[in-house]
């Protein structure tokens, strides 16, 4: 299965350079944070600004509802003072005289004088239309007025328009859309008698400007024509702006009737018009039952978001930019301690070990180095000692060369010598060469560092023999050794010296008949041999000279192969933790005590020496 790039790209992630890895994580964790609050920003201040916009066209559009009932009221209270003229009643109800052909084009005249005065002193009435119970029309039409042709057969169509109007709301008045076909309002009421009301003249229609309306609007309210519909009581679209532009009286109609059923006064609800999201709010009139609906598009209500947005993106940018400004000289600066460091570890690499790293701070890189530096130095110790150890052992090895080389020479003069001692019947000579060419012999066979314990013990003997042919009684040897002491592996000539020593230093120059015990004994992977005397003993100062100091000078008779060797040998074998060490005082004997890992097969012995 091909597995998709964007894993390769994150396994290739693992191979970039700690600063490489803390700059993209830095920059990651950056655009994240800026994406969260920038969005969480944006989707709260779109919140609170269409709510609030929601709130403000709600108290608008009640607003403007109550100025739109006050003047409906008070143009309809303006029409009763025509309704009131005399002059006009008499001739509209044909009191005076019967309206004929003859003289109708006087009372025409007469009446569009009357209604010319009327509409003067009303710049939003843009016409005005009557017809009597008798069909007779009369007419004024403002000469200002965006459509005039203002005639008889338009008149007509006007007036019977209006009376199907009258009919249908069976009221005495009415508003509607402009029944001549302009972007006004009409108003149709009975010329009623104002003396006898339940009389009527005729029907009179009043066409108004629909800016007697949309003047109420402020200059910069959310409400204005181009989103406001008003439907008179029976549903007829009084005032359509660009939301019903276009469209014909029953298109407005369909519109509002898929608002569905009608919510109550202030209540608002997001529709689709014309293939766009719009917030509908709506206001019923309680005096004159219109419907007034607002359509604000969401993109217009939320226009102020935009600004506010490009604020949030262009803060969240320079942000962004700040940071990772401020993530680059951070990861360069945390990285260039590593790769000084770094460069310090190639100079030990190509075996610099006297380079020192220097920290630049307290931090964990700080501390890194300042480690860094510790081993270095302890390494550098450890190779050192290492050194001088390997040095000591390999002088040490040859002063036991040397030692075997001597004797090698020895070896056949004093073979020599034995057969002359038994060709004359001196058999005490014989057996004192016999024991001392043994010895020799041991030295000299090159069975290698190391040999049995028991096998150390053989050479102690035949040199214990020597020495006692030359002083006699003076001396006994007690030997003490458990079995697993006597199978276990020892440096060669490691317990000669110990007895020699006690026997020149320590027995020779006592009085006294002298007592050298040899104990060995293997416990818990520790072997433990001691020789001990009850000579004249030493004080400490003696002791420390005995391990470190040249000893040939001050102690004649000891040769290469004395006491301090036999220290160094064991530390060279198995480090600082063993070696030789003493209990002794003035008068009161020696007992010099050797401390060895206890092997008793060979491998082993190998695998304990460092």
């Given at each position: 299965m091909r597995i998709p790039e964007r894993f390769h790209l994150m396994r290739r992630m693992k191979?970039?350079?700690?600063?490489?890895?803390?700059?993209?994580?830095?920059?990651?964790?950056?655009?994240?944070?800026?994406?969260?609050?920038?969005?969480?920003?944006?989707?709260?201040?779109?919140?609170?600004?269409?709510?609030?916009?929601?709130?403000?066209?709600?108290?608008?559009?009640?607003?403007?509802?109550?100025?739109?009932?006050?003047?409906?009221?008070?143009?309809?209270?303006?029409?009763?003072?025509?309704?009131?003229?005399?002059?006009?009643?008499?001739?509209?109800?044909?009191?005076?005289?019967?309206?004929?052909?003859?003289?109708?084009?006087?009372?025409?005249?007469?009446?569009?004088?009357?209604?010319?005065?009327?509409?003067?002193?009303?710049?939003?009435?843009?016409?005005?239309?009557?017809?009597?119970?008798?069909?007779?029309?009369?007419?004024?039409?403002?000469?200002?007025?965006?459509?005039?042709?203002?005639?008889?057969?338009?008149?007509?169509?006007?007036?019977?328009?209006?009376?199907?109007?009258?009919?249908?709301?069976?009221?005495?008045?009415?508003?509607?859309?402009?029944?001549?076909?302009?972007?006004?309002?009409?108003?149709?009421?009975?010329?009623?008698?104002?003396?006898?009301?339940?009389?009527?003249?005729?029907?009179?229609?009043?066409?108004?400007?629909?800016?007697?309306?949309?003047?109420?609007?402020?200059?910069?309210?959310?409400?204005?024509?181009?989103?406001?519909?008003?439907?008179?009581?029976?549903?007829?679209?009084?005032?359509?702006?660009?939301?019903?532009?276009?469209?014909?009286?029953?298109?407005?109609?369909?519109?509002?009737?898929?608002?569905?059923?009608?919510?109550?006064?202030?209540?608002?609800?997001v529709m689709r018009v014309n293939g766009e999201k719009a917030l509908l709010t709506q206001y019923q009139s309680v005096d004159t039952g219109w419907n007034i609906l607002c359509f604000i598009p969401l993109n217009r209500l939320l226009a102020g978001t935009r600004v506010l947005e490009t604020i949030i993106i262009a803060v969240c940018i320079l942000f962004i930019f700040i940071a990772v400004i401020v993530a680059f000289w951070f990861s360069v600066g945390t990285t260039r301690d590593i790769k000084l460091l770094e460069r310090t570890m190639r100079r030990v690499e190509d075996g610099d070990f006297n380079v020192k790293a220097v920290p630049r701070g307290r931090d964990e890189i700080g501390m890194l180095a300042v480690r860094f530096n510790m081993m270095v130095s302890r390494i550098n110790e450890l190779i050192t000692n290492v050194s001088d150890e390997r040095l000591a052992k390999q002088q040490a090895e040859y002063s036991v060369l040397l030692a075997q080389i001597n004797?090698?020479?020895?070896?056949?003069?004093?073979?020599?010598?034995?057969?002359?001692?038994?060709?004359?019947?001196?058999?005490?000579?014989?057996?004192?060469?016999?024991?001392?060419?043994?010895?020799?012999?041991?030295?000299?066979?090159?069975?290698?560092?190391?040999?049995?314990?028991?096998?150390?013990?053989?050479?102690?003997?035949?040199?214990?023999?020597?020495?006692?042919?030359?002083?006699?009684?003076?001396?006994?040897?007690?030997?003490?050794?458990?079995?697993?002491?006597?199978?276990?592996?020892?440096?060669r000539f490691i317990v000669q010296p110990l007895v020699e020593n006690a026997i020149m230093h320590g027995l020779e120059m006592s009085k006294e008949t002298g007592l050298i015990r040899i104990l060995a004994s293997a416990e818990k992977g520790i072997m433990r041999i001691v020789v001990e005397d009850n000579g004249i003993g030493m004080d400490p100062a003696q002791v420390s000279e005995l391990l470190t100091s040249d000893r040939e000078k001050r102690y004649p008779g000891l040769n290469s192969i004395g006491v301090r060797n036999v220290h160094e040998r064991i530390q060279s074998f198995y480090g600082d933790r063993y070696g030789l060490s003493f209990e002794t005082a003035k008068g009161a004997g020696t007992k010099a005590m050797i401390h060895i890992p206890y092997s008793n097969r060979q491998e082993e012995v190998k695998r304990d020496v460092v």
């Open positions: 191979d970039f350079r700690i600063r490489t890895k803390i700059l993209l994580s830095n920059i990651f964790i950056i655009l994240l944070l800026a994406l969260a609050i920038g969005s969480v920003a944006t989707l709260a201040s779109r919140h609170y600004i269409e709510a609030n916009t929601r709130e403000l066209s709600l108290n608008v559009i009640d607003q403007f509802s109550k100025n739109v009932d006050n003047r409906v009221e008070e143009f309809v209270n303006a029409t009763v003072f025509l309704l009131n003229d005399k002059p006009l009643s008499q001739i509209i109800s044909e009191r005076t005289g019967a309206l004929t052909d003859s003289n109708y084009p006087s009372a025409y005249t007469r009446v569009s004088n009357l209604l010319f005065q009327y509409g003067s002193n009303n710049p939003y009435l843009n016409a005005i239309t009557i017809r009597n119970n008798n069909g007779r029309l009369f007419w004024w039409e403002r000469p200002s007025a965006a459509q005039r042709g203002m005639n008889t057969t338009v008149a007509r169509q006007i007036a019977d328009r209006a009376a199907a109007k009258l009919d249908a709301a069976d009221k005495g008045i009415v508003w509607s859309a402009s029944l001549r076909g302009t972007d006004e309002v009409a108003l149709t009421r009975s010329y009623i008698d104002i003396n006898q009301v339940n009389n009527d003249f005729g029907i009179i229609v009043f066409h108004l400007d629909r800016d007697y309306f949309m003047k109420l609007l402020s200059d910069g309210s959310i409400i204005h024509t181009d989103n406001l519909v008003i439907l008179s009581g029976q549903g007829d679209p009084l005032i359509a702006g660009k939301i019903g532009s276009g469209q014909s009286a029953q298109e407005v109609r369909e519109l509002v009737a898929n608002i569905g059923e009608r919510p109550a006064s202030g209540v608002e609800r004797p090698h020479f020895l070896y056949n003069t004093l073979g020599t010598i034995r057969w002359f001692s038994h060709s004359r019947g001196q058999s005490e000579i014989e057996r004192m060469i016999s024991a001392l060419t043994g010895l020799l012999k041991s030295s000299i066979r090159g069975a290698g560092e190391f040999h049995r314990f028991s096998e150390e013990m053989d050479d102690v003997r035949k040199y214990i023999h020597i020495q006692k042919i030359g002083y006699g009684d003076a001396f006994e040897v007690e030997y003490e050794a458990d079995p697993n002491a006597m199978d276990g592996f020892v440096p």
